[in-house]
């Protein structure tokens, strides 16, 4: 237990400087002679860095609810996280890297089990290994399709030359028409397999080519939730039918089905519990893996430690998927028909970073030891309240309120999203958005009580003033 | 300089138990539970690992010209990378990973250029860092595509309404069909847009879905090369041809080409510098990105830094990939158009990964107060000399020795890699194959000449046993 070390001090978030201060901005010209450095918000320091708060090259110091894109789980400069990058297993894992397939450490399998197994969703008891949450979902989808064809095939049917030859061509038989089917307003990431699957912004994908996938309408529910329950309740419905609907009649066969818990990147858009068990429900009545992507939603920030655990479904996904406050990525499965028929197909070089998964270790220790998650649930709550407040105060800034229940993963619409951020920001506050007119937090799991107010007194500052 | 306590020593290699050894087969039984363990070859003990040889759970110690797929570069426990795994900067890295695109540290630019950029290939000064060769590939293709629509769409003119929307619904014209074209044999990583470039072998390629592009025949060479001078020429001018009749003739326009320097995983496949030279003026003229993928070749194995040294073109490629052995990933360019014309087009939430470009850092540094480059040479000239002799003595075993004045990356053909490599490693060496009927000598960087002995002495004993 190093839960007295590593409890997040209450400091004063200070701004000194205009945002971006002049030294973040001199580095970030620095850099953009050489690294693409249109996309900086400011340079950090991260030695100054604290707990909830991020300190830039200026000496502003910010409670950041943005956390590195919802990534930092425990907080800047954690101990326990300081203890772990300094284990004689980390310093190995860093010098002496492995071709994990090939040559794995012979610490590995207790790695993997007093790490991420800790937290391995119920009923999901194998892993692979990976690097990011792209390379998660594309590994997800290739075991969907390796699996599809291998049924398809007849188990223990040997592949015939015309398909190993034909794939060498991407042509058919070998290289199938299969498909992968994916929500309106998605995020999965940015590889070409995971972008023809994201839907959220053309920024993400123009220009780049896709498969032909499918695209299901995701309930676009109207707030406040009280109000609309029975039209909210049809238009899940109406959402499952389509999805129904598409996987029987796409031209080519649906291997798999991904969805996030909450749709992140696409503007906090939530289902009920019930939408989520009928995806259950039309995926294994029509033989389609089911994917939850939880590279957002994993690791506590929902107040559970999966999203998927607010559903209470009646048997689990076929795969989940994490990455971003895991520190490393990966997807956890139970069938072990998901995993290929022989060696080597599912397989790389590193298949993951050793080095990671020891963080990844160190972090859900801490979360474990300190009751992070149900911290989270807890202060969420208050937020969720105290935010609602905020709502009634500026109907017209504060509006279609969400996450309710659901930890911190708290977000609203504003008419001009991108000038309260920048607002927020001038007087402490580092926050993101999403969608198109969507705030999101996105504290770490060490956001406390105090933290709220400090929050919510900035976002009353910014409001009242706009 | 840290070069005294960083010289490997000259070990015994020395097998006490049939391989895989009892311990190994045990870890790998415990860890087949819930990781697919059947491409394992050992489980290794890497604290008792050093230089060239590791060492497995069992006690046996093999000298190591496989090196994890070619990705340790200076060997196990190398002091001045333990150096770097204990350092500040690294604590920090691990414990406060940044989103670089948004949130970079005040040191990340130092790092690149006191890093990476002492090693940036002539004529590219711009850098985009990622997390593996797949994963480098496959962004170097997204600005391919970007690259190309933006010059067809004209400089400064908007996205449509029509383009963007088009999209996100994986239609044209927002999602357009352009393609990569990639060489017969080639390996390019096993994402979906890598993967549809890769045409090595059906394991990697069965039953995923891939894009329709093209695919030129690579030079299939005659050895000795000095006996089929002619007939070698004409066989790169044949495929040459063919690279531009594709280019000119595929259903969709061709975006940028890929080519390995020597194709690795495909079979240690070679080509003359005037093919290459061929290769760069045929895209020039066509307006084709031209990417050499250095993710094997780079880092210093063929007695250069980069494998593309070796061709003396009269303009850089446009953009050259790495990994393994950088123990990062990424790309170098030169022409600052390939940055898209908007922030977070090329971009994702990590960007690489801090800790591992710290690495790299320390394995350049390593590799540059060593002269690891110019030993790789020096001791691959001896290896292809001593290895020649053995082609002399077993003219049916050791057959189209290739990697002549390319520093230690050697391969001949032989009829039974497979129980040739298993019987090697039987006497302690850990060697690789590639393609259907090759070995591969991928030592690393500090493979010295005492190394050769061993290893010729090992390969005579094999040899003359088969």
Redesign the interface.
Known sequence: MIAAATMPAILENSVVTEVPGPLSKA?SK??DA??????????????K?SGNY?VD?DGNRYLDVYA??A??PVG???AA??A???SPE???A??????I??????N??EL??QGL?RAAPAGL?????A?????AN?LA??AC??L???KERGEGVE?TAE???S????AKP??????IMSF?NSFH??????L?TT???????????????P?APFPVRKYPLEAHVEENAAEEQRCLREVERLITSWHCPVAGLITEPIQSEGGDNHASPAFFQGLRDITKKHGVVMIVDEVQTGFGATGRFWGHEHWNLTSPPDIVTF??KA?TAGYFFGDRML?PD?????????MG?P??VI?CKAVIEEIFDNKLVEQCARVGDLLYAEISKLAERYPEQVKNLRGKGQGTFIAFDTPQPAELVRAMKQIGVNIGTCGVRTVRLRPMLVFEEAHVSTLVSAFDKVLSAL
């Open positions: 580095a620095q850099l050489f690294f693409d450095a249109r996309a900086i918000h400011f340079v950090v320091d991260y030695e860095s991020i090259v590195q894109i990534s930092i800047y400069n954690n996280l300081v772990a990058a300094k980390m310093i190995s860093l010098v002496n890297r492995p071709a397939g090939n040559f794995p450490s012979s590995w399998a993997l089990k197994f008891d194998n892993i692979f290994t690097q990011s949450g792209s390379e594309e989808y290739k399709f390796m599809y064809r291998r592949w398909e190993t030859s794939c060498l061509n991407n070998g290289s199938p028409d299969l498909a309106a990431g940015r590889g070409f397999g995971s023809s839907r959220s912004k053309a920024v993400h994908k123009l220009d780049v080519p896709s498969f032909n996938w695209q990455s971003k520190q995993v022989k060696a080597y197909r599912q397989f790389n070089t590193w970073d080095a990671r963080m």
